[in-house]
């Protein structure tokens, strides 16, 4: 299994229904290739985390990254795992604001480095207590 994060561009003109409609399709699709993860968007940016096998995973980005619903992927983090964090959903989805999104930035900074399985794990969950701290 890998873990793979990114982050890219939303369509300047993006609207909400569009991202719900990814989110649909998303929730559609992935079961059939155990894929599951999170997508957050805000700020004009997206931010998704796919977990699965490598294979599946790669030719998920590969599909995602054609969209012209957004542009400018990074992967900010790939890595082998041993376990899903977001086991429990085939694409949960995440409203952030742009501030929650500096966080993210951190995750970024830090590209060059290596990040360890940990730290990712680490990084997500404090985010994840942020947005439901900002609620
Ligand atoms: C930021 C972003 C994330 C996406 N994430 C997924 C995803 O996790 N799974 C998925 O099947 N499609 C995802 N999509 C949509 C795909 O690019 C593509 O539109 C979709 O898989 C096509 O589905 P279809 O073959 O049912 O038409 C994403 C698109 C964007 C812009």
């Known amino acids: 299994m890998i873990r793979l994060l990114y982050i890219s561009r939303a369509a300047p003109t993006i609207s909400n229904e569009q991202v719900q409609d990814i989110l ?11 894929i599951t993860g999170i997508l957050v968007h805000g700020g004009g940016l997206f931010m998704q985390v796919l977990e699965g ?42 409203k952030s604001d742009p501030l929650q999104f500096q966080y993210i930035s951190k995750l970024r900074a830090r590209r060059l ?11 997500m969950r404090e985010f994840a207590q942020m947005l439901r701290d900002a609620k």
């Open 113 to 123: 480095e290596v990040i360890d399985a940990s730290t990712f794990t680490e990084t």
């Open 24 to 34: 649909l399709s998303s929730r559609q699709n992935n079961p059939a290739s155990s």
């Open 53 to 94: 096998q490598e294979q599946d995973v790669l030719r998920k980005y590969v599909k995602i990254l054609d969209d012209p619903r957004h542009s400018g992927a990074e992967i900010l983090y790939i890595s082998p795992a041993n376990n899903r964090i977001f086991g429990k959903w085939s694409m949960g989805g995440i």
